[in-house]
Structure formats: C-alpha cells, structure tokens
C-alpha cells in the first residue's frame, strides 16, 4: 500500500516503543523495528522523534532502532546543552541494549550526535550515514536564537506557535518542507507536545551553537573514525548549509558525499525509499571493509556481533512494550 508521501511501505513491519531507564534515572526512549542483517541506527533532527523514521524503516529489511534524542519524544532532557550530552546518553542506552556492530545514520542535529558518538564507538559503527548534519559549521540562525532578547521571546513564543496548526505548518513549508506538506502525525505531535518539546528544543538550539564555536569543533579537527562515511545533503536545504559539507571533509577526510537535486532539509520525508537505498549502499561499503579486513587489508577497528533484536522489556529499567504499525 501507499502512505501519505506516495511511497510504497510494507505492512508488515511493526514497530515496538520502548525506553531505557539511565544511571541517574532519566529515561531514553526509542522505537524498535524487527529485521534481518546488521541494524540501523537512527537519530533524528531538531523537533522530530523517533517515529519520524518510520517511513524509512518501512521499506527497510534491517533491525531499526530509532531514538528519541533527549529533550524529545519521551526522552528526558539532556544532563547539559551540550552534544556530547546527547552522544552519552545514546551510548548508554545502546550498552543497555547491548546493539553492537550497526550502520548509524543521523539526520541535523542527530547527525552532530552521530558523529561524536562514531568517534567514541569507532568499534561498533560500522558505517556512518550523515544527512546535512549539524556540528560541522556555523548555523547564524542557532546563534541569533541565543541572543538574550531573542532568546526570551523564542522560549515563551515557541510554544505557542507549535501548538497553533497553521503556524506549524507555515514554518515546516517554508524552511524544512521544501513544498512538501508534513505528516499530519508531525504536526499532531508538534501540537500536543509542544509545551514539553520546547525546552528540549532550547537545550538542543544551544547545543548546535556551541558545536559550531567550539575550538574542538568537527569542522577544526580530524575525527578519530576511520570506516566508512557517507554525507547528504539536498540543494535546496534552508536549515544546514550545504558549505558545511567541506567541514565534514575535514572531520573525515576519507567521506563521499552526495547532493541531491530539488530536494531540502527532510529527506526521510521527501525521498524515503531512496534515502533506504542509500543507507543499504553504506552498508554495502560496511560489509567491504570488513572483507577488506579479513584479506590483509586491516581496518583500525574490528567488528563485533550485532545483538539480536528482542522484544521483551528491558532488564536495563526498560518500560512496558507498546507496538505500532508503520502503515
């Protein structure tokens, strides 16, 4: 059958909610897909969640596991606005998981976070999907946002606009949507939890801002990750300019990286079965660096076994289960 967006997903691919309580007793939650083969990864932009991937993780094979990055979905706020906050609240929850050997993908602001987690994780990620992501220059909106009288009138104002569906819906069209109309789950969840959303939003805006002018930002630093990496960006994206992409060339010198016609900011919205395209074809370039490794060619990290996807509750302090299907 056909979704909203006019791709064709499966209906049999149903996704299991689940949340991994943390040391200190904040929760990450996520949205668990079953599959074959190596899993996916997947973090999401500024004011998504995890359910946002779903269009993607319908026509995938894979094992997904999609978070809600902290300060969204169900996820707690971050311990500080800070990326490395994000990363290590998504590695202990992928310890809680015990998920090794995995692609991990990560869009905007959770392409920020997958790439300080790919530093830390070098030996589980075994391929690197970025699509316009954030931390690899600097974004002049993020900083005009923390301007303190900005900063004010964006925190009380925010809110607001989020839960008024014509407001909602102007912003998504005008600098995300790229002409396409939002899911109406997006602008659902925008509106019912936009009280709760915005301070996530704030702590998240502050940290694309400080990764952009920190002395050890991605764009002044080779990053310590040596599989494969792939970036994306569409030449139409309003949010991440398509600029950064030489900051991703310097963080990871060895990474291609793609531009997409007459597309934006939101490609798991806009172009999702060729977004799950090119996500497998990362894969592939996985599987041949491991190939590369078996026949001399060794690569500066090994690979271990992905763990089997389950969907119990979590001995880590997980909640109760609660299945959705994608379609």
């Known amino acids: 059958m056909n979704d909203a967006s006019g791709e064709l997903v499966r209906v049999d691919r149903v996704?299991?909610?689940?949340?991994?309580?943390?040391?200190?007793?904040?929760?990450?939650?996520?949205?668990?897909?079953p599959g074959e083969g190596a899993p996916l990864v997947l973090l999401h932009g500024l004011l998504d969640c995890a359910v946002g991937w779903k269009h993607v993780a319908a026509v995938m094979d894979r094992p997904c596991f999609a978070f809600d990055l902290p300060g969204f979905g169900d996820s707690d706020r971050p311990t500080r606005n800070r990326i490395s906050a994000y990363v290590?609240?998504?590695?202990?929850?992928?310890?809680?998981?015990?998920?090794?050997?995995?692609?991990?993908?990560?869009?905007?602001?959770?392409?920020?976070?997958?790439a300080g987690l790919a530093e830390r994780l070098r030996v589980d990620v075994a391929a690197l999907v970025l699509m316009a992501p954030a931390g690899f220059g600097r974004i002049h909106v993020a900083e005009a946002i923390q301007l303190p009288g900005v900063r004010s009138v964006v925190r009380h104002g925010l809110p607001l606009a989020l839960q008024n569906p014509v407001t909602a819906l102007g912003v998504y069209m005008a600098v995300v949507g790229n002409g396409h109309l939002p899911d109406r789950e997006l602008i659902a969840r925008l509106r019912k939890n936009a009280y709760r959303w915005a301070p996530g939003a704030a702590c998240a805006n502050e940290a694309i801002t400080a990764s952009g002018l920190s002395r050890r930002a991605f764009y002044r630093r080779e990053l310590d990750y040596s599989g494969p990496v792939v970036a994306l960006w569409g030449d139409r994206d309003r949010v991440v300019p398509l600029a950064h992409r030489d900051g991703v060339m310097t963080a990871f010198p060895h990474a291609q990286v793609s531009v997409w016609d007459k597309m934006g900011h939101h490609p798991q919205r806009e172009r999702p079965s060729e977004l799950a395209q090119f996500i497998e074809a990362a894969c592939d370039r996985a599987r041949a660096n491991v190939r590369g490794a078996l026949s001399g060619n060794k690569p500066r990290h090994r690979r271990v076994p992905a763990a089997a996807l389950t969907s119990q509750p979590l001995t880590a302090g997980g909640a109760g289960n609660a299945s959705r299907a994608v379609a």
């Open 15 to 33: 996704a299991t909610a689940m949340a991994v309580a943390l040391p200190d007793g904040r929760r990450v939650s996520l949205e668990c897909w």
């Open 88 to 114: 290590e609240d998504v590695q202990a929850a992928l310890a809680a998981l015990e998920v090794h050997d995995f692609t991990l993908v990560g869009h905007s602001l959770g392409g920020a976070v997958a």
